[in-house]
T-cell receptor, first 114, second 114 residues
Framework: AQTVTQSQPEMSVQEAETVTLSCTYDTSESDYYLFWYKQPPSRQMILVIRQEAYKQQNATENRFSVNFQKAAKSFSLKISDSQLGDAAMYFCAYRRGNDYKLSFGAGTTVTVRA | SQTIHQWPATLVQPVGSPLSLECTVEGTSNPNLYWYRQAAGRGLQLLFYSVGIGQISSEVPQNLSASRPQDRQFILSSKKLLLSDSGFYLC?????????????FGNGTRLTVT
């Protein structure tokens, strides 16, 4: 079974600064996909960014970028120029290739200080 | 564009009462459908998923069941609720046959069993 670990229950960042959320996963597969989701207080789950394991280039979506280290099985999320609207719980998720299921980590709560 | 509807948004039910949560997807055909549960401040636990009408896979033995009577309808049920069934339930869909397809979530149902 795949395990997704987010070791930081909470992170705090000053507005306009950068915060990095860690995520590690355990798998013996070579074909898989990784995702970061954001859950604001409304509890709507919103896709932030995705990464295909076969791609060496790190994915980027505006102020959000990942550092994908396949050998280390690490998939961290960097939020640059943090905004108050970034305050949310962030979940890392793993999906094996040719599988339907998405496995989630326990989440990291991000607080943005004005 | 595709949309997902989940209802009700909140529900308070006594122990031993039945449960029916509904989820429908519009704008796509033959989606993969999912039910997740999120305990307070925790990650998401996959309960059921379905790759087609009448095809249900259960991930966790429990007091709940799921059904897919129509292509884009997914129902979560229980005959007799337990206190431990309280939580936040999320329905989601993804595109069939696309490995990197993310899950798209509904707005969730907050269930309180009293």
């Amino acid at each position: 079974a795949q395990t997704v670990t987010q070791s930081q229950p909470e992170m705090s960042v000053q507005e306009a600064e950068t915060v990095t959320l860690s995520c590690t996963y355990d798998t013996s597969e070579s074909d898989y996909y990784l995702f970061w989701y954001k859950q604001p207080p409304s509890r709507q789950m919103i896709l932030v960014i995705r990464q295909e394991a076969y791609k060496q280039q790190n994915a980027t979506e505006n102020r959000f970028s990942v550092n994908f280290q396949k050998a280390a099985k690490s998939f961290s999320l960097k939020i640059s120029d943090s905004q108050l609207g970034d305050a949310a719980m962030y979940f890392c998720a793993y999906r094996r290739g040719n599988d339907y299921k998405l496995s989630f980590g326990a989440g990291t709560t991000v607080t943005v200080r004005a | 564009s595709q949309t997902i509807h989940q209802w009700p948004a909140t529900l308070v039910q006594p122990v031993g009462s039945p449960l029916s949560l509904e989820c429908t997807v519009e704008g796509t055909s033959n989606p993969n459908l999912y039910w997740y549960r999120q305990a307070a401040g925790r990650g998401l636990q996959l309960l059921f998923y379905s790759v087609g009408i009448g095809q249900i896979s259960s991930e966790v033995p429990q007091n709940l069941s799921a059904s897919r009577p129509q292509d884009r309808q997914f129902i979560l049920s229980s005959k007799k609720l337990l206190l431990s069934d309280s939580g936040f339930y999320l329905c989601a869909w993804s595109i069939t046959g696309t490995d990197n397809s993310p899950l798209h979530f509904g707005n969730g149902t907050r269930l309180t069993v009293t």
